[in-house]
DNA sequence: GTCATTGCAAAGCATTTGCAAGTCG
DNA sequence: CGACTTGCAAATGCTTTGCAATGAC
């Protein structure tokens, strides 16, 4: 067993919560898919495919990015992971808060924190009634620069 | 000349607007940075750089794809265009309003539409206070089905 | 005449796919 | 055991880049 440095609080029981509603679909649970399930969890935040490859490498060298572009598929499906799409650079996943809801990007070092204030989430429903849509989700993201990268 | 079918109120403005804006930036006024210009002006919404390739090929067949995204490029950096980028499918473009705005977006046909309501614009000085970052810009699209697609 | 711009082709990057071999339940 | 997964390698799709030839000013 690996125990890996700074864990998250409640992290633990997330990765149990996704483990069982894979289960539920009829997900197998292989050593990798559960490996990239905990670096997603319980690692730092909002990490890129890459990055979980690495972290996954560490304890299963045979692992390949398929495996774990598969992995986030699956979890896509399962509506367990947010995946936020970038043109420039790679996607970034959030499994700890899968539903949409705004984020802050550090155009310099790409870090991304999320934005905790309700006021901001948009209002489906009036966008709807206002475009003739059939709003289903919705995308919001702030650019700049954190903390560290403003100086 | 070359007339194109539905001409865009206001149009012809807007494209003069930006060459005089190239203009004074030092940059040359090619016929096919011109025709890519009217392109993006007057052509239908939110185009990509492949429609906009598509048509200006039809008055310059000798016109190269790497020439619409060096021009998009050159619009960019003057802050004459909006880039809409997406991971799935093309980036698309917006000339006619290059300043941030919420879009709807069909994930069915890829149809853009853009959502007029200053409600929705979301407040970059409220950000920066609650995260610390140095908020510069935003990006706020709804996704769902437009209404030929919701049938 | 100069230097920005063009157009071709090759490279780049993240992601997806095909398929044979492996393995979870 | 059988169907789901894995891992490799090749393919994909859009965009960018290098560079010689061209042409706007």
């Known amino acids: 067993m690996t125990t890996h ?3 998250k ?3 633990a029981g997330r990765v149990q919560e996704i483990v069982g509603r894979l289960r539920e679909r009829g997900h197998r649970l292989t050593p990798q898919r559960y490996a990239v399930l905990r670096a997603l969890v319980e690692g730092g935040e909002h990490p890129s495919a890459e990055q979980l490859f690495q972290r ?3 304890d299963y060298p ?3 990015p398929a495996t ?6 699956t979890l896509k499906a399962a509506g367990e992971v947010l995946e936020l799409e970038f043109r420039d650079g790679p996607n970034r996943y959030d499994a700890n808060m899968p539903h949409a809801h705004p984020h ?3 155009t310099r070092c ?3 924190d999320d934005v905790m204030d309700e006021r901001l989430d948009p209002s489906v429903v009036e966008v709807s009634a206002q475009t003739g849509y059939q709003v289903r989700g919705y995308r919001l993201d702030f650019y700049g620069l954190c903390p560290s990268c403003a100086g």
Chains 1, 2 share one sequence.
């Open 104 to 106: 802050v990007v550090c």
């Open 110 to 112: 790409g870090r991304i």
């Open 9 to 11: 609080p409640g992290a």
């Open 5 to 7: 440095s700074p864990q």
């Open 56 to 58: 996954v490498s560490e």
């Open 68 to 73: 774990v572009y598969k992995t986030l598929d």
């Open 62 to 64: 045979m692992m390949s």
